[in-house]
Structure formats: C-alpha cells, structure tokens
C-alpha cells in the first residue's frame, strides 16, 4: 500500500531555532509537496518538487527551504524558526491523475 | 460554498440526514477532488470528478460538477456520525502539478 511517513510527528523549538522535517514516500511518485494547514487558512503550499534535486516555490515559502535527496525523500528546512511558523505541516506526494496522498502530519510549536 | 478567501464553512447535522456541501472556483478547471480530512489526519481523496462526468458516485457520496457556472458539489446520503471530518474541495491549475484548495467545510453528525 501506498505511504507518505513523516518525522517527528510533534516538535518544539525554540525561536531562532533550527528544524529539519522529514517525509519519505514509497509510492514511487515523481512529485512531492510540503504544505502548512493553520486554522481560517486551510491548506498553503509551501514547497514541491517533481524529482530528486528538483525544487519549486510554492505559495507561502518565505522562512522556508527545502530539498529532495532522492525520489523518496523530501525535507523541510526552518534555519532560524518564528513563533509564525507555529503551525500543523503536511507532506504528500501525488500520482499522474494529481491525486494526493499525504502523511499524517508534524505539529510544530515555535516558542 | 467554500474557495479562495471565505472562511471555512460548519455544517451541523442529525444522523440520517442528507446534506450537500458546494464549492466555486474562479479558474477553468476539468477536474475537482473532494477530500476529506479527520481529526489528526492527513486529508484523504474520496471522490475525483471530471468534467466529462457531470456526476460521480461512490457509497453514499455523490460529486457533481458543473463547468458552466464553475462549480461542484459534495453530497452524502444518510449520514452517519463516522461521516464527521472536514471535507476539502481542490481543482488542478497551470502546468498540472499542484492544486488550490478551498478552506473546507467542517461537518459534524450527531447520533
């Protein structure tokens, strides 16, 4: 069965700090997307790639980096973490018909 | 109706109720997705439709979607209280590899 897994499922941090979000995918997907979901907000885009070494910008990347190592894996860089960043963050991956499969989310609290 | 920049709409319903939850988009779009999220979990598709289609059903669900007045709609018959989650609407744009997603609607059955 398909699967999205990503790590730590809860972090806490404090500001200024710096926080690296995992998530490997082993549907063999080419595309993979970091988002962030906040109450009023619904879900926002804040990375995706289409392949190892590929990036593109999303809709709210500020304060945000990210990398793909491999077809599997894609993370989610906070080099110096905000209480703004405070927030529930979503790793998916999608197929050819744009169907997204997500992981089951990691709970950043930034202090 | 849910997209862009209203709030996330709250749906409150009896067991065994029929209800039906709408979303508009402001872009052409051949295909909407329906998700549905629950509580600590990552959203899961439940329902994909295509302009070709019309109206898709599955179970209890049913999609509509209306390219003319750039709408779509989610039923469900005869809810049940495991039908509580927040249901998301997202079409594709641009080059095909990411979605806009509406705000979602959040709908809770009681026993």
């Known amino acids: 069965e398909a699967a999205v897994t990503q790590s730590p499922r809860n972090k806490v941090t404090v500001t200024g700090g710096n926080v690296t979000l995992s998530c490997r995918q082993t549907?063999?997907?080419?595309?993979m997307y970091w988002y962030r979901q906040d109450t009023g907000h619904g879900l926002r885009l804040i990375h995706y790639s289409y392949g190892a070494g590929n990036l593109q910008i999303g809709d709210v990347p500020d304060g945000y980096k990210a990398t793909r190592t491999t077809q599997e894996d894609f993370f989610l860089l906070l080099e110096l973490a905000s209480p703004s960043q405070t927030s529930l963050y979503f790793c998916a991956s999608s197929d050819r018909q744009n169907t997204l499969y997500f992981g089951a989310g990691t709970r950043l609290s930034v202090l | 109706s849910q997209w862009g920049e209203e709030n996330l709409q709250a749906l409150s319903i009896q067991e065994g109720e029929d209800v039906t939850m709408n979303c508009s988009y402001k872009?052409?779009?051949?295909?909407v997705h329906w998700y549905r999220q629950d509580s600590g979990r990552g959203p899961a598709l439940i329902i994909l439709?295509?302009?070709n289609e019309r109206e898709k059903r599955s179970g209890r669900l049913r999609a509509t979607l209306d390219t003319s007045s750039q709408s779509s709609s989610l039923s469900i018959t005869a809810a049940q209280c495991e039908d509580t989650a927040v249901y998301f609407c997202?079409?594709?744009?641009?080059?095909?590899?990411?979605?806009?997603w509406g705000l979602g609607t959040s709908l809770v059955v009681n026993p």
């Open positions: 549907n063999s997907h080419n595309y």
């Open positions: 439709i295509r302009s």
């Open positions: 997202a079409t594709v744009v641009g080059d095909n590899s990411k979605l806009i």
């Open positions: 872009t052409y779009t051949t295909v």
